[in-house]
């Protein structure tokens, strides 16, 4: 069983990770409307990825015979500026998120629940390599100087 307090902090983690979603996808369909195919699929990934991290703690928290509450989701930006922009506010999103699981994870110390510590440890793990990956993105549309994003669009396509 998970401590009411650590039930809390899934449910709401796993608000969050679906907001995440919403908020990836919302950059999908703005890339795509901006002739961005390969951006908007990079995004799509990215709101897949972050709701199948909503299944999988919706699943731990099923395992450990607790009850999971999907809260009402807020309505995510639909309005974004330039590439740079959008991918500065995913880098922004992503720390955040490294926050917020830090927080769980720091919910599951303070319960000394091991289980839940080593389950959430993933993540942890998951979002350094999120934040890097956005970091170099940002990195690279800086470095291009607002050039050849048609490029970039095509490698950032290439993800499966």
Sequence with gaps: ??????VKAFNAQINAEMWSSNLYLSMSVYFAQNGYDGMASWMRAQSKEELDHAY???DFVIKRNENVEIGQINVVPTAWGSVLEVF???YQHEC???K???DLLDVAIKENDKAAQNFINKFVNEQVEEEAT??????RIKM?????LI???DKLGERK
């Design 100 to 102: 917020l699981i830090d």
């Design 96 to 98: 955040h998120v490294s």
């Design 1 to 6: 069983m998970l401590s009411e307090n650590l």
């Design 144 to 148: 291009m100087n607002g050039h050849n």
């Design 151 to 153: 490029y970039l669009d």
């Design 134 to 139: 956005a970091q170099t993105i940002v990195d």
């Design 88 to 90: 500065e506010h995913v």
């Design 56 to 58: 999988e703690m919706i």
